[in-house]
Structures are given as C-alpha cells and as structure tokens.
DNA sequence: AATTATAATTAAACTAGTTTAATATAATTT
DNA sequence: AAATTATATTAAACTAGTTTAATTATAATT
C-alpha cells in the first residue's frame, strides 16, 4: 500500500511502538486501501469478518439487530479508531455486528490471512495490538459501569463531553440508540436541558 | 514459584503459546503465590493496582461503589480467570473498582514492575496476553449487547446457564448487582419463573 | 418551488424495574 | 438452644424510560 495514505495508520502505530523504516516497509506489503460509499457495510452480520479496518477518513456505526429487528448501536469509528468485529475475527465464525458507513468511509485493512504472518515478521505489532486492545476492553467495562451507574441524562452528558466530534456527525437517533434509550427520550432530555 | 502450585496457570497458558520447559521456569522466577482469606481486599478503590491475579482456587467480586455508595458488581473471578483492575494497572492511575475475595483465595500474581523484564523474556506471552484480552474484550461487548436487548428475566437467565457454578457460590443479592438490577426484583424474578 | 422522504419534537398512556418497608428464613455466634 | 446477623421474599406506591401516535421541522429529489 502507498506509504502517504498509510501515514495516519503510522503516526498511530508509532504512539506505541516504535516502527524501524524496514518495518514500515513491511508493514506497507500487507496492507490494503478501500474506500466505501456512505450507506455501503464493510461487515454484515451472518458473515464472517476477515478484516481489521482502521478509519483514515469518515465515519462507521457498528450495530445489532436483534429478533425484533431494533437497531442497537454498540460503536461509531472516525478517523483514527478501528472497526471490525473482532469476535468475529478471532474466531472466524459468523459476525453478531454491522459495520455500515455514515460518510464515504478510506480504510486500511488487515486481512485475517496474512496477520500471523504479519506478527511473525514484526513481532512488535503483536505488542502494539495487546496494548490498544487493552485500552479498548478497559473503555468497554467502564461503559458497562455507565449504563449501570449513571440515568439517560447523563449518560447523553458524558457522551457530548467525550465525542462532541461525532455528535455533529450523526443524527440525533443514532445517538439514542448508541445511549440504548429511545429517540424520543432524547429528545426529551434535550429540551430538559434546553431549560436548566 | 512452586512449579506444583502454579500448574493450573501453565496448562491455562499452554492452550494459547507453548511454553518450553526452560520458559516455564523463567515465568515461575517472575511470578508470586499468595493466599487471600475470605473478605479481603486483593484491590480497593483509590489504589494503585501492582497486580494482575490468576484464581487458582476461590472466588472474587470486582466492585465499584457509586456516589450513593451503591455497589455494582462487574465480574466474579473463580479458577482459572482472572482478576484485576486492568484500567488501573496498564495506566498505573487510581483503580475505579475493588476486588474482594468471597472465599478463601489462591492466586498467582504478575507484577507490573517486571511484567515487561517477562514480555522481553519470553516474547510468546506477550502474544498469549494478546490474545486472552481479545476475548476478554469480546466478552464485554457482548456484555453490552444483552444489558440493551435483553428484558433482566432473560439476563438472569443467561447467566444462570453461562455460570451456573458461580451461582451455586454466592449470595443471590450479588447476582441482582451482577446483572443490574435490584435484589428485590432478582427475587421477584425468580418466583415468576418458579411458577411456569 | 413543490414533493417526498428523513429526522426531530411533543404528549398521553403505559410498563419494567425501583423504592420503601415489613416479614420470613437461613446462617453464625454466643 | 437462644440470640444476633446476614440473606431472601412479598407487596404497595412510585418513577425512569417506552410505546404509540400525531405534528413539525429539515433535508433531499424532481
């Protein structure tokens, strides 16, 4: 893959761990590019996820249907954030999610394939995946503490504190179902707040 | 460390990597014994956590008490899991949960002082790490998931067939703070269900 | 500019789960 | 065995959030 679209990936890898130029070159081979149109799933639920993105530009939800056919939001990724199943991915079994995109969506993608391989040769990223994974499952049981601890409202709150840049993003809908509240009781929170 | 005592942990780990004998015995110079008694605190709220704990026999909750001093529940750790405020221990920052021992306990402890000394040691158990928070973090989404789409009767009864041995060790009002709900409605619950 | 589709608001009736409080049942301690 | 402490049950009043349905606003399409 071009070395100037995989920057991003890069910079971020290098915040952990720090790549030689022989590396990156190897890391560049395994690589690929895609772009999606908004609307387009870069996973569907059923099938098995071969990939690891990695958000260079747009915007992903990731989602659940369940028997009701009720969306459920458990992600969004913008730039700089990964999006895949990776249940999915480890165990190369049928996925639980969606990965749709919101906007026209440039990933980099690791294939399922070639990631051994890829550790093999750079045994470093075996080291970089541990620790963003690690920060990923701590953000996953804090969430879990959230929903337990805190009511609708300021669950919205910490949601608008902590990705503003993605509250501008998507509708307002999206939000509620991320929040696991109905849109209609956003809005009711919002023009609560709207008085305080 | 006891190579007898920490069997349990190199047969857990020998399902992901394949240690050599001359590793095992490495990993046992890296790794401390300790024994809990019923009620004690491996980790309390506030502190640092040093640790990352493997159960070898006994039973923990890992807590964390709201403004209200309400607490919730956010996992059991029994044999062969494990427990530890990883937010706190990967950041070294203040953890947000205790973890308190529900029976007498027996744990193998890795420390964050020479975790790294180990990584660089034996590299394979920075894959084997890898690859147990992989499903660890799966494990949590997927924990999302059902507090979205699932009524608390259908929680509960998740739960009762995913761990039916944990059940059996500890008192009912925690699996009410488990799944998030009140101990009183658990109770209810359960009288329902004993009438169909 | 008019039309259609999508998103957001409002409000009334409803329900899953909480709160409070009293009672019953185990389990421990003396 | 009696007394104390911890756990579990029951029921009535309550509330946070849902459902349904109608209305309005916004954006996209012709």
């Not at 026209?104 to 394939?113: A, C, G, I, K, Q």
């Amino acid at each position: 893959m071009n070395k100037q679209k995989a920057q991003p990936l890069i910079d971020y890898i290098n915040k952990y761990v720090l790549l030689t130029p022989e590396e990156e070159n190897i890391l560049l081979s395994f690589i690929r590019f895609r772009r999606y149109l908004k609307g387009q799933y870069i996973v569907q639920q059923g099938d098995v996820c071969k990939h690891e993105c990695f958000v260079l530009s747009g915007c992903t939800k990731t989602f659940y249907l369940d028997e009701e056919g009720q969306e459920h939001i458990i992600m969004f990724s913008i730039e700089d954030w990964w999006a895949s199943d990776m249940g999915s991915f480890i165990t190369q079994t049928p996925a639980d999610f969606n990965i749709q995109c919101l906007e026209h969506t440039e990933l980099v993608m690791f294939s399922y394939d070639t990631i051994e391989d890829l550790y093999a040769k750079i045994p470093k990223l075996e080291r970089f995946f541990r620790q963003i994974i690690e920060k990923a499952f701590v953000a996953s049981q804090k969430r879990i503490v959230r929903n337990f601890s805190l009511t609708a409202k300021d669950q919205y709150l910490y949601f608008k504190e902590q990705y503003p840049e993605i509250e501008q993003r998507i509708p307002q809908y999206m939000v509620a179902s991320y929040l696991g509240i109905t849109k209609e009781f956003l809005s009711k929170i919002k023009s609560q707040l709207a008085l305080e």
